[in-house]
Protein backbone atom coordinates (compact mmCIF):
# COMPACT_ATOMS: atom_id res chain seq x y z
CA UNK A 1 0.00 0.00 0.00
CA UNK A 2 2.80 2.41 1.38
CA UNK A 3 4.32 1.92 -2.19
CA UNK A 4 1.50 2.61 -4.36
CA UNK A 5 1.12 6.00 -2.26
CA UNK A 6 4.54 6.83 -2.67
CA UNK A 7 3.84 5.83 -6.63
CA UNK A 8 1.26 8.13 -7.30
CA UNK A 9 2.54 11.32 -5.71
CA UNK A 10 5.40 10.39 -7.95
CA UNK A 11 3.74 9.46 -11.04
CA UNK A 12 2.54 12.92 -12.13
CA UNK A 13 6.10 14.53 -12.03
CA UNK A 14 7.89 11.62 -13.78
CA UNK A 15 5.49 11.91 -16.27
CA UNK A 16 5.68 15.61 -16.90
CA UNK A 17 9.53 15.44 -16.55
CA UNK A 18 9.29 12.63 -19.68
CA UNK A 19 7.51 14.33 -22.24
CA UNK A 20 9.97 17.22 -21.44
CA UNK A 21 12.66 14.99 -22.13
CA UNK A 22 11.44 13.67 -25.22
CA UNK A 23 10.65 17.09 -26.13
CA UNK A 24 13.96 18.13 -25.84
CA UNK A 25 15.39 15.27 -27.67
CA UNK A 26 13.29 15.24 -30.65
CA UNK A 27 14.25 18.98 -30.83
CA UNK A 28 18.03 18.11 -30.81
CA UNK A 29 17.84 15.06 -33.14
CA UNK A 30 15.67 16.45 -35.77
CA UNK A 31 17.13 19.74 -35.66
CA UNK A 32 14.19 21.95 -35.16
CA UNK A 33 15.02 25.44 -35.16
CA UNK A 34 13.84 27.48 -32.08
CA UNK A 35 11.64 29.58 -33.88
CA UNK A 36 9.23 27.34 -35.05
CA UNK A 37 9.84 24.97 -31.79
CA UNK A 38 12.34 25.66 -29.19
CA UNK A 39 13.59 23.00 -26.49
CA UNK A 40 12.50 22.99 -23.16
CA UNK A 41 16.34 23.89 -22.32
CA UNK A 42 16.22 26.77 -24.24
CA UNK A 43 12.63 28.74 -23.03
CA UNK A 44 13.61 27.63 -19.40
CA UNK A 45 16.63 29.91 -20.02
CA UNK A 46 15.03 32.16 -21.00
CA UNK A 47 12.59 32.06 -18.05
CA UNK A 48 15.48 32.12 -15.83
CA UNK A 49 17.67 35.08 -17.67
CA UNK A 50 14.09 37.30 -17.35
CA UNK A 51 12.44 35.85 -14.45
CA UNK A 52 12.06 40.07 -13.27
CA UNK A 53 10.00 40.87 -16.06
CA UNK A 54 7.86 37.85 -16.67
CA UNK A 55 6.97 37.64 -12.56
CA UNK A 56 5.87 40.95 -13.14
CA UNK A 57 3.59 40.28 -16.40
CA UNK A 58 2.64 36.97 -14.54
CA UNK A 59 1.91 38.61 -11.28
CA UNK A 60 -0.59 40.65 -13.44
CA UNK A 61 -2.39 37.92 -15.15
CA UNK A 62 -2.44 35.94 -11.86
CA UNK A 63 -4.52 39.47 -9.58
CA UNK A 64 -6.75 39.78 -13.14
CA UNK A 65 -7.54 36.15 -12.95
CA UNK A 66 -8.37 35.95 -9.28
CA UNK A 67 -10.63 38.99 -9.09
CA UNK A 68 -12.33 37.97 -12.18
CA UNK A 69 -12.75 34.40 -10.48
CA UNK A 70 -13.35 35.94 -7.50
CA UNK A 71 -16.44 37.62 -9.09
CA UNK A 72 -17.51 34.38 -10.88
CA UNK A 73 -17.44 32.64 -7.75
CA UNK A 74 -20.03 35.32 -6.02
CA UNK A 75 -22.22 35.74 -8.76
CA UNK A 76 -22.21 32.45 -9.62
CA UNK A 77 -23.08 31.06 -6.18
CA UNK A 78 -25.94 33.29 -5.97
CA UNK A 79 -27.00 33.14 -9.52
CA UNK A 80 -27.07 29.43 -9.08
CA UNK A 81 -29.08 29.28 -5.50
CA UNK A 82 -31.75 31.26 -7.39
CA UNK A 83 -31.69 29.56 -10.39
CA UNK A 84 -31.69 26.41 -8.49
CA UNK A 85 -34.50 27.00 -5.77
CA UNK A 86 -37.13 28.82 -8.31
CA UNK A 87 -38.00 26.74 -10.90
CA UNK A 88 -39.49 29.76 -12.64
CA UNK A 89 -36.20 31.61 -12.66
CA UNK A 90 -34.66 28.14 -13.90
CA UNK A 91 -37.13 28.18 -17.36
CA UNK A 92 -36.65 31.43 -17.83
CA UNK A 93 -32.71 32.45 -17.21
CA UNK A 94 -31.84 28.92 -18.69
CA UNK A 95 -31.93 30.03 -22.34
CA UNK A 96 -30.59 33.63 -21.76
CA UNK A 97 -27.59 31.60 -19.94
CA UNK A 98 -26.84 28.99 -22.33
CA UNK A 99 -26.73 31.68 -25.29
CA UNK A 100 -24.58 33.69 -23.19
CA UNK A 101 -21.78 30.54 -22.66
CA UNK A 102 -22.25 29.94 -26.56
CA UNK A 103 -20.74 33.69 -27.39
CA UNK A 104 -16.90 33.48 -27.98
CA UNK A 105 -15.42 35.30 -25.60
CA UNK A 106 -12.48 36.63 -27.44
CA UNK A 107 -15.45 38.24 -29.69
CA UNK A 108 -16.58 40.41 -26.99
CA UNK A 109 -13.23 41.33 -26.18
CA UNK A 110 -13.22 44.48 -28.80
CA UNK A 111 -16.43 45.45 -27.11
CA UNK A 112 -15.54 45.80 -24.13
CA UNK A 113 -12.33 47.82 -24.97
CA UNK A 114 -14.73 50.05 -26.67
CA UNK A 115 -16.71 50.54 -22.91
CA UNK A 116 -13.41 50.04 -20.84
CA UNK A 117 -10.67 51.04 -22.55
CA UNK A 118 -7.19 49.01 -22.39
CA UNK A 119 -6.11 47.43 -19.50
CA UNK A 120 -7.36 45.45 -16.60
CA UNK A 121 -10.71 45.80 -16.57
CA UNK A 122 -11.44 43.95 -19.81
CA UNK A 123 -9.32 41.45 -18.40
CA UNK A 124 -11.15 40.52 -15.29
CA UNK A 125 -14.79 41.08 -17.14
CA UNK A 126 -13.55 38.01 -19.97
CA UNK A 127 -12.32 36.00 -17.09
CA UNK A 128 -15.64 36.52 -15.25
CA UNK A 129 -17.88 35.81 -18.49
CA UNK A 130 -16.30 32.37 -19.36
CA UNK A 131 -15.70 30.74 -15.18
CA UNK A 132 -18.76 32.32 -14.12
CA UNK A 133 -21.16 29.38 -15.97
CA UNK A 134 -20.15 26.32 -14.63
CA UNK A 135 -20.31 27.77 -10.85
CA UNK A 136 -24.25 28.36 -12.01
CA UNK A 137 -25.02 25.28 -13.26
CA UNK A 138 -23.49 22.82 -10.85
CA UNK A 139 -24.83 24.92 -7.42
CA UNK A 140 -28.32 25.31 -9.64
CA UNK A 141 -28.00 21.49 -9.66
CA UNK A 142 -27.18 20.71 -6.32
CA UNK A 143 -30.24 23.04 -4.80
CA UNK A 144 -32.70 21.66 -7.22
CA UNK A 145 -32.34 18.09 -7.19
CA UNK A 146 -32.83 17.72 -3.17
CA UNK A 147 -34.96 14.93 -2.36
CA UNK A 148 -38.52 15.45 -2.50
CA UNK A 149 -38.97 13.38 0.80
CA UNK A 150 -36.21 15.08 2.96
CA UNK A 151 -38.13 18.10 1.21
CA UNK A 152 -41.23 16.77 3.15
CA UNK A 153 -39.40 16.03 6.21
CA UNK A 154 -38.54 19.34 6.85
CA UNK A 155 -41.50 20.97 5.69
CA UNK A 156 -43.84 18.79 8.17
CA UNK A 157 -41.97 20.50 10.71
CA UNK A 158 -42.61 23.92 9.62
CA UNK A 159 -39.54 24.45 7.68
CA UNK A 160 -39.34 27.26 5.68
CA UNK A 161 -37.63 27.63 2.24
CA UNK A 162 -34.90 29.39 3.50
CA UNK A 163 -34.13 26.54 6.23
CA UNK A 164 -34.08 23.69 3.64
CA UNK A 165 -32.07 26.03 1.41
CA UNK A 166 -29.45 26.44 4.39
CA UNK A 167 -29.39 22.80 6.23
CA UNK A 168 -29.91 20.81 2.96
CA UNK A 169 -29.20 22.63 -0.33
CA UNK A 170 -26.15 24.27 0.22
CA UNK A 171 -24.21 21.70 2.28
CA UNK A 172 -25.71 18.89 -0.64
CA UNK A 173 -24.27 21.26 -3.06
CA UNK A 174 -20.84 21.58 -1.98
CA UNK A 175 -19.26 18.70 -3.88
CA UNK A 176 -20.59 20.10 -6.81
CA UNK A 177 -19.39 23.74 -6.39
CA UNK A 178 -16.04 22.26 -5.39
CA UNK A 179 -15.58 20.67 -9.07
CA UNK A 180 -17.47 23.88 -11.01
CA UNK A 181 -14.69 25.44 -9.09
CA UNK A 182 -11.63 23.52 -10.40
CA UNK A 183 -12.85 24.06 -13.95
CA UNK A 184 -13.46 27.56 -13.45
CA UNK A 185 -10.26 28.47 -11.88
CA UNK A 186 -8.53 27.36 -15.42
CA UNK A 187 -10.92 28.90 -17.58
CA UNK A 188 -10.63 32.34 -15.76
CA UNK A 189 -6.85 31.99 -16.92
CA UNK A 190 -8.00 31.35 -20.14
CA UNK A 191 -9.91 34.62 -20.25
CA UNK A 192 -7.61 36.67 -18.95
CA UNK A 193 -5.12 35.86 -21.02
CA UNK A 194 -7.15 35.98 -23.40
CA UNK A 195 -8.07 39.27 -23.40
CA UNK A 196 -4.70 40.92 -22.35
CA UNK A 197 -3.45 39.38 -26.09
CA UNK A 198 -6.14 41.61 -27.63
CA UNK A 199 -6.22 44.31 -25.37
CA UNK A 200 -3.34 45.24 -22.61
CA UNK A 201 -0.08 46.07 -22.07
CA UNK A 202 0.78 43.87 -19.28
CA UNK A 203 0.46 40.69 -18.39
CA UNK A 204 1.00 37.23 -19.81
CA UNK A 205 -0.74 37.43 -22.53
CA UNK A 206 0.75 40.86 -23.70
CA UNK A 207 3.51 39.51 -22.99
CA UNK A 208 3.59 36.40 -25.12
CA UNK A 209 1.81 38.75 -27.88
CA UNK A 210 5.11 40.96 -27.86
CA UNK A 211 6.93 38.29 -27.93
CA UNK A 212 5.44 36.45 -30.91
CA UNK A 213 5.64 39.43 -32.75
CA UNK A 214 9.46 40.06 -32.33
CA UNK A 215 10.34 36.33 -33.25
CA UNK A 216 11.25 35.69 -29.32
CA UNK A 217 9.64 32.19 -29.86
CA UNK A 218 11.30 30.80 -26.70
CA UNK A 219 10.18 34.06 -24.68
CA UNK A 220 6.05 32.70 -26.03
CA UNK A 221 6.88 29.18 -24.79
CA UNK A 222 8.24 30.73 -21.56
CA UNK A 223 5.07 32.59 -21.08
CA UNK A 224 2.59 29.24 -21.60
CA UNK A 225 4.59 27.13 -19.12
CA UNK A 226 4.25 30.40 -16.63
CA UNK A 227 0.11 30.19 -17.36
CA UNK A 228 0.15 26.62 -17.14
CA UNK A 229 2.18 26.21 -13.53
CA UNK A 230 -0.36 29.19 -12.15
CA UNK A 231 -3.28 27.00 -13.95
CA UNK A 232 -1.80 24.02 -11.71
CA UNK A 233 -1.02 25.64 -8.78
CA UNK A 234 -4.82 27.13 -8.71
CA UNK A 235 -6.24 23.78 -9.34
CA UNK A 236 -4.21 21.78 -6.58
CA UNK A 237 -4.98 24.49 -3.98
CA UNK A 238 -8.92 24.04 -4.99
CA UNK A 239 -8.75 20.17 -5.05
CA UNK A 240 -6.81 20.33 -1.36
CA UNK A 241 -9.49 22.67 0.14
CA UNK A 242 -12.38 20.18 -1.63
CA UNK A 243 -10.93 17.38 0.20
CA UNK A 244 -11.12 19.01 3.68
CA UNK A 245 -14.55 20.34 3.33
CA UNK A 246 -16.28 17.62 1.73
CA UNK A 247 -14.56 14.07 2.70
CA UNK A 248 -18.09 12.65 2.97
CA UNK A 249 -18.89 12.88 -0.54
CA UNK A 250 -15.70 10.89 -1.56
CA UNK A 251 -16.61 8.03 1.07
CA UNK A 252 -15.59 4.58 0.12
CA UNK A 253 -13.03 5.99 -2.43
CA UNK A 254 -9.28 5.59 -1.65
CA UNK A 255 -9.55 9.29 -0.48
CA UNK A 256 -11.29 8.31 2.72
CA UNK B 1 -64.23 -8.09 12.04
CA UNK B 2 -64.03 -5.61 9.01
CA UNK B 3 -66.76 -2.88 8.66
CA UNK B 4 -67.37 -0.85 6.08
CA UNK B 5 -68.02 2.45 7.93
CA UNK B 6 -65.61 4.97 9.73
CA UNK B 7 -65.44 5.78 12.88
CA UNK B 8 -67.45 8.94 14.08
CA UNK B 9 -65.76 12.73 14.35
CA UNK B 10 -64.07 13.94 17.70
CA UNK B 11 -61.15 12.18 16.62
CA UNK B 12 -57.27 13.34 16.59
CA UNK B 13 -56.86 12.72 12.41
CA UNK B 14 -60.39 13.33 10.71
CA UNK B 15 -60.76 12.64 7.12
CA UNK B 16 -64.33 13.67 5.75
CA UNK B 17 -65.06 13.02 2.10
CA UNK B 18 -61.59 14.02 0.77
CA UNK B 19 -60.61 13.79 -2.91
CA UNK B 20 -57.51 14.56 -4.77
CA UNK B 21 -57.29 15.27 -8.36
CA UNK B 22 -54.29 15.26 -10.03
CA UNK B 23 -53.56 17.01 -13.64
CA UNK B 24 -55.90 19.46 -15.72
CA UNK B 25 -58.42 18.47 -18.61
CA UNK B 26 -57.74 15.35 -20.27
CA UNK B 27 -54.68 14.17 -18.01
CA UNK B 28 -56.85 14.66 -15.01
CA UNK B 29 -56.44 11.60 -12.46
CA UNK B 30 -58.88 10.89 -8.97
CA UNK B 31 -55.62 9.78 -6.92
CA UNK B 32 -58.27 9.87 -3.74
CA UNK B 33 -62.15 9.55 -3.73
CA UNK B 34 -64.11 10.78 -0.94
CA UNK B 35 -62.01 9.03 1.46
CA UNK B 36 -63.38 9.12 5.68
CA UNK B 37 -60.97 8.50 8.14
CA UNK B 38 -60.92 8.88 11.99
CA UNK B 39 -58.13 8.13 13.85
CA UNK B 40 -58.24 8.53 17.87
CA UNK B 41 -55.41 9.87 20.00
CA UNK B 42 -52.71 8.23 20.39
CA UNK B 43 -53.84 5.10 18.46
CA UNK B 44 -51.43 3.02 15.66
CA UNK B 45 -53.21 2.99 11.96
CA UNK B 46 -52.12 1.09 9.56
CA UNK B 47 -52.97 1.59 5.78
CA UNK B 48 -52.43 -1.07 2.96
CA UNK B 49 -53.98 -1.14 -0.45
CA UNK B 50 -52.80 -2.27 -3.80
CA UNK B 51 -49.62 -0.41 -5.61
CA UNK B 52 -50.97 3.10 -6.65
CA UNK B 53 -53.81 3.17 -4.54
CA UNK B 54 -52.82 7.27 -3.35
CA UNK B 55 -51.60 5.59 0.32
CA UNK B 56 -48.35 7.82 0.01
CA UNK B 57 -51.01 11.10 -1.14
CA UNK B 58 -52.91 10.64 1.85
CA UNK B 59 -49.93 10.81 4.22
CA UNK B 60 -49.22 14.06 1.94
CA UNK B 61 -52.48 15.52 2.84
CA UNK B 62 -52.43 14.50 6.32
CA UNK B 63 -49.68 16.50 6.85
CA UNK B 64 -50.96 19.47 5.33
CA UNK B 65 -48.34 19.20 2.51
CA UNK B 66 -50.67 18.98 -0.25
CA UNK B 67 -54.28 20.67 -0.01
CA UNK B 68 -57.34 18.05 -0.45
CA UNK B 69 -59.37 19.12 -4.13
CA UNK B 70 -63.12 18.67 -2.10
CA UNK B 71 -63.37 18.06 1.46
CA UNK B 72 -61.52 18.49 4.78
CA UNK B 73 -58.69 17.32 6.60
CA UNK B 74 -58.27 18.02 10.68
CA UNK B 75 -55.69 17.72 12.98
CA UNK B 76 -56.27 17.58 17.06
CA UNK B 77 -59.38 19.55 16.08
CA UNK B 78 -57.80 22.10 13.59
CA UNK B 79 -58.49 22.25 9.76
CA UNK B 80 -55.06 21.93 7.90
CA UNK B 81 -54.24 24.51 5.60
CA UNK B 82 -51.37 24.72 5.56
CA UNK B 83 -47.76 21.87 6.58
CA UNK B 84 -48.51 21.08 10.37
CA UNK B 85 -45.27 21.88 12.25
CA UNK B 86 -45.43 18.98 14.56
CA UNK B 87 -45.46 16.02 12.27
CA UNK B 88 -42.71 13.01 12.43
CA UNK B 89 -41.90 11.62 8.73
CA UNK B 90 -39.56 8.67 7.63
CA UNK B 91 -39.93 7.16 3.85
CA UNK B 92 -38.48 3.93 2.72
CA UNK B 93 -35.51 5.99 1.81
CA UNK B 94 -33.88 6.70 5.27
CA UNK B 95 -32.66 10.13 3.32
CA UNK B 96 -30.11 10.56 6.01
CA UNK B 97 -27.68 13.62 5.12
CA UNK B 98 -24.46 12.13 4.37
CA UNK B 99 -22.34 15.02 6.09
CA UNK B 100 -23.82 14.82 9.91
CA UNK B 101 -23.19 12.14 11.37
CA UNK B 102 -26.04 10.12 12.71
CA UNK B 103 -26.11 12.22 15.66
CA UNK B 104 -26.11 15.48 14.31
CA UNK B 105 -28.91 13.78 11.41
CA UNK B 106 -31.54 12.25 14.64
CA UNK B 107 -31.15 16.26 15.70
CA UNK B 108 -32.16 18.29 13.04
CA UNK B 109 -35.60 18.28 13.49
CA UNK B 110 -34.73 20.37 16.99
CA UNK B 111 -33.19 23.25 14.59
CA UNK B 112 -35.90 23.59 13.27
CA UNK B 113 -39.41 23.29 15.17
CA UNK B 114 -40.59 25.35 17.81
CA UNK B 115 -39.62 25.83 20.36
CA UNK B 116 -36.57 23.94 20.48
CA UNK B 117 -35.11 25.74 17.60
CA UNK B 118 -34.61 28.90 20.00
CA UNK B 119 -32.98 27.27 23.07
CA UNK B 120 -31.17 24.55 20.76
CA UNK B 121 -27.63 26.11 21.20
CA UNK B 122 -28.18 27.37 24.96
CA UNK B 123 -29.11 23.51 25.51
CA UNK B 124 -27.07 21.77 23.13
CA UNK B 125 -25.60 19.32 25.76
CA UNK B 126 -29.78 18.20 26.87
CA UNK B 127 -30.53 17.89 23.48
CA UNK B 128 -27.65 15.51 22.75
CA UNK B 129 -28.46 13.63 25.49
CA UNK B 130 -31.74 13.15 24.67
CA UNK B 131 -30.91 12.18 20.91
CA UNK B 132 -28.33 9.49 22.45
CA UNK B 133 -31.23 8.05 24.94
CA UNK B 134 -33.37 7.93 21.56
CA UNK B 135 -30.49 6.39 19.59
CA UNK B 136 -30.29 3.95 22.18
CA UNK B 137 -33.57 2.93 22.65
CA UNK B 138 -33.97 1.80 19.19
CA UNK B 139 -30.56 -0.07 19.60
CA UNK B 140 -27.93 1.86 17.83
CA UNK B 141 -26.28 3.01 21.17
CA UNK B 142 -22.58 4.26 20.23
CA UNK B 143 -23.33 4.81 17.11
CA UNK B 144 -24.04 8.77 17.06
CA UNK B 145 -20.56 9.80 15.48
CA UNK B 146 -20.60 7.28 12.66
CA UNK B 147 -22.02 8.74 9.25
CA UNK B 148 -24.97 7.67 7.53
CA UNK B 149 -23.17 6.06 4.86
CA UNK B 150 -20.61 3.85 7.93
CA UNK B 151 -24.17 2.05 9.13
CA UNK B 152 -25.59 -0.62 7.36
CA UNK B 153 -29.53 -0.24 5.97
CA UNK B 154 -31.34 -1.34 9.18
CA UNK B 155 -29.38 0.74 10.66
CA UNK B 156 -29.94 3.75 8.38
CA UNK B 157 -33.85 3.37 8.90
CA UNK B 158 -33.34 2.98 12.87
CA UNK B 159 -31.71 6.52 12.83
CA UNK B 160 -34.58 8.07 10.38
CA UNK B 161 -37.23 6.35 12.99
CA UNK B 162 -35.02 8.56 15.53
CA UNK B 163 -34.83 11.53 13.20
CA UNK B 164 -38.62 11.27 12.91
CA UNK B 165 -39.67 11.21 16.72
CA UNK B 166 -37.08 13.75 18.55
CA UNK B 167 -39.02 16.33 18.65
CA UNK B 168 -41.73 14.21 20.44
CA UNK B 169 -44.51 15.00 17.91
CA UNK B 170 -47.82 14.25 18.29
CA UNK B 171 -48.32 12.74 15.03
CA UNK B 172 -45.81 9.91 12.80
CA UNK B 173 -46.30 9.27 9.58
CA UNK B 174 -44.37 6.14 7.80
CA UNK B 175 -44.80 5.77 4.14
CA UNK B 176 -43.40 1.98 3.73
CA UNK B 177 -40.46 2.54 6.44
CA UNK B 178 -39.29 -0.91 6.34
CA UNK B 179 -40.20 -1.73 2.61
CA UNK B 180 -36.33 -1.78 1.54
CA UNK B 181 -35.10 -4.02 4.15
CA UNK B 182 -34.66 -7.73 4.30
CA UNK B 183 -37.53 -9.65 6.25
CA UNK B 184 -34.91 -10.28 9.29
CA UNK B 185 -33.98 -6.79 10.13
CA UNK B 186 -37.88 -5.59 8.97
CA UNK B 187 -39.03 -7.93 11.77
CA UNK B 188 -36.70 -6.43 14.21
CA UNK B 189 -37.70 -3.38 13.46
CA UNK B 190 -41.32 -4.09 14.40
CA UNK B 191 -40.75 -4.57 17.27
CA UNK B 192 -38.41 -1.77 17.78
CA UNK B 193 -41.16 0.40 16.72
CA UNK B 194 -43.80 -1.28 18.92
CA UNK B 195 -41.56 -0.69 22.18
CA UNK B 196 -41.59 2.86 21.64
CA UNK B 197 -44.76 3.23 20.48
CA UNK B 198 -45.60 1.54 23.69
CA UNK B 199 -43.27 4.03 25.93
CA UNK B 200 -44.46 7.40 24.18
CA UNK B 201 -48.09 6.76 22.76
CA UNK B 202 -47.60 8.94 19.99
CA UNK B 203 -50.63 8.52 16.82
CA UNK B 204 -49.15 6.78 13.85
CA UNK B 205 -50.49 6.85 10.40
CA UNK B 206 -48.12 3.73 8.85
CA UNK B 207 -48.70 3.45 4.95
CA UNK B 208 -47.33 -0.53 4.17
CA UNK B 209 -48.08 -3.07 1.54
CA UNK B 210 -46.90 -5.53 4.27
CA UNK B 211 -50.06 -7.16 5.93
CA UNK B 212 -48.05 -9.21 8.32
CA UNK B 213 -46.74 -5.70 9.44
CA UNK B 214 -49.87 -3.65 9.64
CA UNK B 215 -51.14 -6.24 11.87
CA UNK B 216 -48.53 -6.93 14.03
CA UNK B 217 -48.04 -2.86 14.45
CA UNK B 218 -51.39 -1.48 14.41
CA UNK B 219 -54.56 -1.24 16.35
CA UNK B 220 -56.56 -0.53 13.18
CA UNK B 221 -56.05 -0.90 9.72
CA UNK B 222 -57.51 0.87 6.68
CA UNK B 223 -57.80 -0.83 3.62
CA UNK B 224 -58.13 1.14 0.55
CA UNK B 225 -58.98 0.34 -3.02
CA UNK B 226 -57.27 0.45 -6.04
CA UNK B 227 -57.46 3.61 -7.85
CA UNK B 228 -59.03 6.09 -7.36
CA UNK B 229 -58.61 4.89 -4.00
CA UNK B 230 -61.18 4.79 -1.78
CA UNK B 231 -61.37 3.82 2.13
CA UNK B 232 -63.57 0.09 1.47
CA UNK B 233 -62.90 -1.23 4.94
CA UNK B 234 -61.58 -1.25 8.87
CA UNK B 235 -60.37 -3.92 10.74
CA UNK B 236 -59.42 -3.42 14.49
CA UNK B 237 -56.63 -5.51 15.31
CA UNK B 238 -57.21 -6.76 19.10
CA UNK B 239 -53.94 -9.23 19.80
CA UNK B 240 -52.89 -7.84 22.79
CA UNK B 241 -49.47 -5.98 23.63
CA UNK B 242 -46.61 -6.46 22.90
CA UNK B 243 -47.00 -8.59 20.00
CA UNK B 244 -43.64 -10.81 19.45
CA UNK B 245 -42.61 -12.27 16.72
CA UNK B 246 -44.09 -15.95 18.15
CA UNK B 247 -47.35 -14.30 17.59
CA UNK B 248 -46.67 -13.89 13.88
CA UNK B 249 -46.87 -17.68 13.48
CA UNK B 250 -50.21 -18.04 15.66
CA UNK B 251 -53.65 -18.83 14.51
CA UNK B 252 -55.30 -15.41 15.87
CA UNK B 253 -52.53 -13.58 14.05
CA UNK B 254 -53.30 -15.36 10.68
CA UNK B 255 -56.77 -15.24 11.13
CA UNK B 256 -56.10 -11.61 10.48
CA UNK B 257 -53.93 -11.49 8.04
CA UNK B 258 -56.04 -13.69 6.14
CA UNK B 259 -59.19 -11.40 6.18
CA UNK B 260 -57.42 -8.61 5.25
CA UNK B 261 -56.29 -10.74 2.02
CA UNK B 262 -59.38 -11.80 1.30
CA UNK B 263 -60.36 -8.25 1.56
CA UNK B 264 -57.85 -6.92 -1.06
CA UNK B 265 -58.10 -9.22 -2.93
CA UNK B 266 -61.76 -8.73 -3.43
CA UNK B 267 -61.12 -4.80 -4.17
CA UNK B 268 -58.32 -5.85 -6.90
CA UNK B 269 -61.30 -8.03 -8.35
CA UNK B 270 -63.32 -4.97 -8.91
Known sequence: MNQNRALETIMPWMVTIGIFVVWEVGCRAFNVPAFILPRPSVFLDVLVQLHGPILQHAEQTLLTTVVGFGFAVVLGVLGGIAIGASPWIYDSAYPLLIGFNSIPKVAVVPVLVIWFGIGVVPAVITAFMISVFPIIVNVATGIATVEPELRDVLRALGASQLQI???????????????????????????????????????????????????????????????????????????????????????????? | MVQSQAAPPGHFVDLRGVSLTYGEGEHETLALEKADLAIAKGEFAAVVGPSGC??????????????????????????????????????????????????????????????????????????????????????????????????????????????????????????????????????????????????????????????????????????????????????????????????????????YVHDLRRRIGEVRAQ
Not at chain 2, 62 to 76: E, K
Not at chain 2, 226 to 249: H, S
Open chain 1, 165 to 256: LVKVGLPRSLPLLFASLKIAITLAFIGSVISETVASNAGIGYLMVAASSRFEVPLVFAGLMVVAVMGVVMYAIFAALEQRLTRWAFRGSRAA
Open chain 2, 54 to 255: GKSTLMRLVSGLMPPTTGAVFVAGDRVTRPLSCVGMAFQNPTLLPWRTTLANVMLPLEIVEPHCRTFRRDRRKYTRMAEDLLASVGLAGFGGRFPWQLSGGMQMRASLCRALIHAPELLMLDEPFAALDAFTREELWSVLQAVWMEKRFTVIHVTHDLREAVFLSDTVYVISKRPGRVVGRATIELKRPRTLDDTYGHEFNE
